[in-house]
């Protein structure tokens, strides 16, 4: 179905969508964390792993997209005030000292080392995967729409935050983050525990001939990401495509943990570029973390 069609023009109401029920977020390995109106979604074997985590929601902010929401970048289109104060709530949420340290997103594949507080202020840097091994800091990518991954190494306490649109999926940013774990801490991908957040599904993401046509170029079974819908355009399925690279960079299946949520159905609870820059001509941005006492 064209994205077109989904989008009701006449309408900024948002998908008003209940929450999935608690026994299904346990069954994908997930739960909410709630603390002063910020809702958290967080993956629990990392969390039992020993790493703290959290995929952020558009609950509890104060920005107005359209009203209280939790924008986490994207200063263009908000004040600075608005999104420290939503960073101060949702750092608050995941509880702990820490420092953030994040990236000037590009949409490539480089992967930034946090060795240092400075790397870790340095957050004009262009990346879109950050890797670590220090206590104190959570690595995020920002995200509404895109595949963001955690990653953790129990066995070296290093972890790793990827941000994986479809042009990052096709320069398999997610296994060049392994790899950049691997060479730097000496992770073995059989001792990695991995998280994939909300993004758009495979039900409502249209994309075009280019798209498909990279893909294609890539990947041998690139058939596999795709479903067609009307001449030169397809659904594409970027959960399936990253998990895929996990298990081949040697990440056992039993070790990856989907969230079970599409940005664009849910945008009650998610920031979606594709449905909300339509609507409104832009959207807030979230924000997904991870690092380690």
């Known amino acids: 179905m064209p994205v077109e069609t989904i989008i009701n023009e006449q309408s900024a109401s948002f998908d008003e969508r209940p929450n999935l029920p608690d026994e299904t977020l346990a069954e994908s390995g997930f739960y909410w964390r709630e603390r002063d109106g910020v809702k958290v979604l967080v993956c629990r074997p990392l969390e039992a792993a020993g790493f703290v985590n959290g995929f952020s929601t558009r609950l509890g902010g104060v ?72 206590p104190g800091i959570l690595v995020g990518v920002k995200t509404a729409d895109c595949v963001p991954v955690l990653i953790a190494d129990p066995a070296t306490r290093s972890f790793a935050s990827v941000h994986a649109g479809w042009r990052g999926t096709v320069q398999s940013i997610v296994a060049k983050a392994i790899t950049a774990m691997s060479q730097s801490y000496g992770s073995d991908p059989a001792n990695l525990v991995c998280a994939i957040g909300p993004a758009a599904g495979c039900e409502r993401y249209e994309v075009g001939r280019d798209v498909t046509d990279a893909f294609a170029a890539t990947f041998a079974e690139s058939d596999d990401y795709f479903t067609p819908t009307r001449d030169g355009h ?60």
């Not at 949520?261 to 991870?290: A, P, Q, W």
Request: aromatic content about 10%; some cysteine.
């Open 234 to 293: 397809a659904l594409i399925d970027l959960h399936l495509a990253n998990r895929r690279q996990l298990l081949s960079a040697g990440v056992p299946d039993a070790n990856l943990f989907a969230a079970p949520f599409c940005t664009m159905d849910h945008t009650n609870l998610f920031f979606s570029y594709r449905i909300e820059k339509k609507r409104f001509g832009k959207t807030g941005r979230l924000l997904s973390v991870i690092g380690r006492p």
């Open 63 to 134: 920005s107005p997209f359209p009203e209280n929401d939790l924008n986490l970048a994207g200063f263009d289109d908000d004040t600075d005030e608005n999104i420290y104060e939503n960073r101060r709530r949702f750092l608050a949420a995941i509880g702990g000292d820490f420092r953030l340290a994040t990236a000037w997103q590009v949409h490539g594949d480089v992967v930034k080392k946090v060795a240092s507080i400075e790397d870790a202020k340095r957050s004009n840097e262009h990346a879109d995967a950050l890797v670590s091994d220090l």
